[in-house]
């Protein structure tokens, strides 16, 4: 190892729905270089009603990551932080948190519409704003928190996504970064600004916000504070600190007939465009345009991904599975029962899958009963009976009505895409934890009919540290960095059979 005085390193502080990391990266003879340094996680808590993100353990896990950085004598000349989209925090006067950190999923939005299309008509919402449809974007949260708790609003100074809470915390500098604001549902798709009408439909105080700050921007170095508690100072710079901003900079792509694909809890699936498409027809396809580096536009589809067999893997590991039947939450086990019970890997998972070949029955991955059910299985059987489908058994059988209906989501976008910008497309780019699913990918493969070029894994945390490397003038380009990670990871070829 380098030492670092000899070696420039670069720290990606990388936050998904259930754990952080924080990964080392530097570039060694035109390869970059990656490592996990600390990983924590990120724990949803119940509180006041609602489910909330534990702010303060997100706090002290980066804080200890980037401890952990020094203590390996790789300490970083920047750092970079990304999380999911959505969610926000609101200050105020004296940079006090106001009320809670409540989660995307929670059931405060749950029956928004109804109300909020009155207010905000969803063909003018998506004409402006380009943002996909979905109960829990910003824009429907901070209406349900002005109707349950307007002294909160009138109490806030200022509004923050997570990631930008977690700059705040570490430079004492407040931002929005454009690519996560870009999935409020409240920013102008053109100009890149937040949309004043909306706001006011909302009754929102524009101060509330700051104009976004684009990706690639320095933000200050670390406070005095930080500074001793991880033991060096650093320039904290602004990734696309949307995770699928940062995956899609990783994707190392030849050139733009390649669809992307993100996956992971969710499946991210689309193509970069350098403006927006905002027609009635892609709103009706529930098409997004989310904010990226250099303002380009990434035109995707949000597919359930992952969240369904992590879901369903915590379900048979957590209650009792006997016989091929699923013993239902709450209803006691015998010892026979108990003694059968196994822990399933998600490598045996994807086995049971296999062996559960030919059963064929499919859902629709996106309909909003797979998206926080007590019980993945019990949505899963219930919408193949309500379909007239056998209704699957087995783990095998489950697994395989997952796989199935994800991948047939993946060529129906395949298909939209085609249709929507008028481009035709030679391959797949698969980054993420679910490059890893052979299973997956193949099956991809075959019912998409394009070749799947799966790789690399850390997507969201290589993006991350893209930016921070062109901002330190180690590469000129994102053409260059992208084509320097294609030759750093390994890139594994499906074919469609």
């Not at 091929?324 to 209803?331: C, F």
């Amino acid at each position: 190892m380098a030492e670092t005085g000899q070696q420039r390193y670069f720290a990606a502080v990388d936050i998904g729905a259930s754990s952080g990391r924080v990964l080392v990266g530097w570039v060694e003879d035109g390869a970059v270089k990656l490592e996990e340094v600390h990983r924590f996680d990120n724990i949803q808590r119940r509180v006041n009603g609602h489910d909330c993100w534990d702010i303060e353990m997100l706090v002290e896990g980066v804080l200890a990551g980037l401890a952990a950085c020094a203590e390996r004598g790789q300490v970083p000349v920047s750092v970079g932080i990304d999380t999911w989209g959505c969610d926000f925090v609101l200050l105020d006067e004296a940079g006090q948190m106001v009320g809670d950190a409540v989660a995307y999923r929670d059931a405060r939005t749950d029956g928004i519409f109804e109300r909020a299309d009155a207010v905000l008509p969803p063909a003018d919402l998506y004409a402006a704003t380009g943002i996909q449809r979905q109960p829990f974007n910003t824009v429907y949260q901070l209406m349900t928190l002005s109707e349950e708790h307007p002294e909160q609003l009138e109490r806030a100074a200022r509004f923050l996504m997570i990631p930008d809470y977690l700059v705040w915390r570490l430079t004492g500098v407040q931002v929005n970064e454009y690519t996560n604001a870009s999935t409020t549902g409240m920013l102008d798709a053109v100009s890149c600004d937040w949309d004043p009408k909306i706001l006011d439909a909302l009754g929102l105080a524009h101060d509330l916000f700051l104009k976004p700050t684009m990706p690639g921007a320095v933000v200050g170095g670390l406070t005095p504070e930080v500074q001793a508690r991880v033991g060096f100072d650093a320039q904290v710079v602004l990734p696309a600190s949307h995770d699928t901003g940062s995956a899609y900079l990783a994707v190392p792509a030849q050139d733009e007939s390649s669809i992307f694909l993100s996956s992971g809890t969710w499946s991210l699936m689309g193509v970069e465009n350098p403006e927006p498409i905002l027609t009635p027809e892609s709103r009706a396809q529930n098409f997004t345009n989310e904010g990226g580096y250099e303002r380009r536009y990434r035109y995707l589809k949000n597919i359930m991904g992952l969240w369904m067999i992590q879901s369903v893997r915590r379900e048979l590991n957590g209650v009792e599975y006997v016989a091929g039947k699923h013993a239902e939450q709450g209803e006691a086990a015998t010892a026979a029962q108990r003694a059968e019970r196994r822990t399933y890997s998600f490598g045996d998972l994807i086995e049971l899958a296999r062996q559960a070949e030919p059963y064929e029955a499919f859902v629709d991955v996106d309909d909003a009963a797979f998206l926080s059910p007590d019980s993945m299985i019990a949505a899963i059987r219930q919408a193949c009976g309500a379909s007239g489908q056998e209704v699957p058994q087995t783990p095998g059988q489950i697994m395989r009505v997952i796989y199935r209906s994800l991948v047939g989501s993946y060529a129906a976008g395949v298909e939209q895409l085609r249709a929507l910008t008028g481009r035709t497309f030679s391959a797949i780019n698969v980054i993420g934890g679910g490059c890893q699913d052979a299973y997956l990918n193949q099956l991809t493969a075959d019912a998409c009919g394009l070749p799947v070029f799966a790789g690399p894994v850390e997507g969201t945390g290589l993006g991350n540290l893209a930016v921070q490397m062109i901002a330190a003038g180690e590469f000129a380009s994102v053409g260059e960095v992208r084509a320097a990670i294609g030759r750093s990871f390994p890139i594994q070829r499906y074919d469609p059979r």
